[in-house]
């Protein structure tokens, strides 16, 4: 099993939907959590840190499942401008600062 | 303000023949660095990391090495490239709170190789 798996997609939803991604991870001593975005052909950049009681940025939600170890970022009000691909990271307790990447979900917003 | 630099931005290399890519930190002490590759349309994978100087983990292995020769610079080496060493490899840093704990990753902007 990966140790960080997402569903590639791509998740193609029109202008103004609601989408919602999901992120496991197999090591349950993993301690932070975040959700990066990339655009085609450029470095990732990141979109929010995922805390153990869940967070708002604007149109974005982020929450942590520690039970079913799994994270969750949900997207209100899909604009154009958010296609792009959405990576989760993992860090692990213990493993001298290793960040583990997910293959990322990728999403198209369209008209 | 903490920046990273990486370069170059692209690369055309022969195959079998040398490669040295290299990232520096600026702003910031003892940073976790990461050397990450990702193949056309996939996901990032980790190839070396370093928590200091000297200190490099491997994550794969391969034809590629890595080395922390000072603080805020890490560089990603090959004595003979293969045509599988092509991709989009990306340096980032992290800062450490202590007890194991991290913050987030900032990425360099990236050099896409193309061995041919």
């Known amino acids: 099993r990966k140790e960080v798996e997402q569903d590639p997609g791509p998740f193609n939803v029109p202008e103004g939907a609601t989408v919602a991604f999901n992120c496991t991870y197999s090591?349950?001593?993993?301690?932070?959590f975040f959700w990066y975005r990339q655009d085609c052909r450029k470095e990732p950049k990141l979109l929010m840190s995922?805390?153990?009681s869940g967070n708002e940025d604007g149109r974005f939600t982020a929450q942590l499942n520690r039970a079913s170890q799994y994270i969750s970022l949900l997207i209100r009000d899909s604009k154009l401008s958010d296609s792009a691909t959405y990576l989760c990271?993992?860090?692990?307790?213990?493993?001298?600062?290793?960040?583990?990447f997910g293959t990322g979900t990728r999403l198209q917003v369209t008209l | 303000s903490q920046t990273i630099h990486q370069w170059p931005a692209t690369l055309v290399q022969p195959v079998g023949s040398p490669l040295s890519l290299e990232c520096t930190v600026e702003?910031?002490?003892?940073?976790?660095l990461y050397w990450y590759r990702q193949a056309a349309g996939r996901g990032l994978q980790l190839l070396f990391y370093?928590?200091?100087?000297?200190?490099i983990s491997s994550e794969v292995p391969q034809n590629l090495s890595a080395s922390r020769p000072q603080d805020r610079q890490f560089i990603l080496s090959s004595k003979k490239l293969l045509l599988s060493d092509s991709g989009f490899y990306l340096c980032?840093?992290?800062?450490?709170?202590?007890?194991?704990?991290?913050?987030?990753?900032?990425f360099g902007q990236g050099t896409r190789l193309t061995v041919v």
């Open positions: 090591n349950s001593a993993s301690q932070s």
């Open positions: 980032a840093w992290s800062g450490s709170l202590g007890n194991s704990l991290n913050t987030e990753a900032f």
């Open positions: 370093s928590v200091g100087i000297g200190q």
């Open positions: 995922v805390y153990s």
């Open positions: 702003g910031t002490s003892n940073p976790n």
């Open positions: 990271v993992v860090i692990e307790t213990g493993t001298a600062s290793k960040l583990t």
